[in-house]
Nanobody, 122 residues
Framework: QIHLAAAGGGSVQAGGSLRLSCEVS????????VGWFRQAPGKGDEGVAR???????HYGDSVRGRFTISKDAAKNILYLQMDSLKPDDTAMYYC????????????????WGQGTQVTVSS
């Protein structure tokens, strides 16, 4: 189990931007992905975006076109650039290095690391 610490959350108004980050492994195994998922009060877990070992991206329908996932290979930092934020994006965001995130699913709760809160006001 890998526990990652997400950072960069905050409070913004609708239409604003934030960039989340977390440190990931230098080399991602071929059957593992790195990515982001979120959990909002009263809602289930939602996969947001993921990057596989050959850096192919995949996004959830609700964020496609607004969020961008990327990795700085030199620093081993995974980013989530979030633009055009909406109140519905309000959630605790987590990063993951896991097979489950390849399918935009949250890993087992025992693998969750430190999340970062994103709050978007209207």
């Amino acid at each position: 189990q890998i526990h990652l610490a997400a950072a960069g959350g905050g409070s913004v108004q609708a239409g604003g931007s934030l960039r989340l980050s977390c440190e990931v492994s230098r080399r991602i195994p071929f059957n593992v992905c790195v990515g982001w998922f979120r959990q909002a009060p009263g809602k289930g877990d939602e996969g947001v975006a993921r990057l596989n070992s050959v850096e192919q991206t995949h996004y959830g329908d609700s964020v496609r076109g607004r969020f961008t996932i990327s990795k700085d290979a030199a620093k081993n930092i995974l980013y989530l650039q979030m633009d055009s934020l909406k109140p519905d994006d309000t959630a605790m965001y987590y990063c993951a290095e896991d097979r489950a995130i390849c399918e935009l699913k949250a890993p087992d709760v025992g693998s969750w690391g430190q999340g970062t809160q994103v709050t978007v006001s209207s």
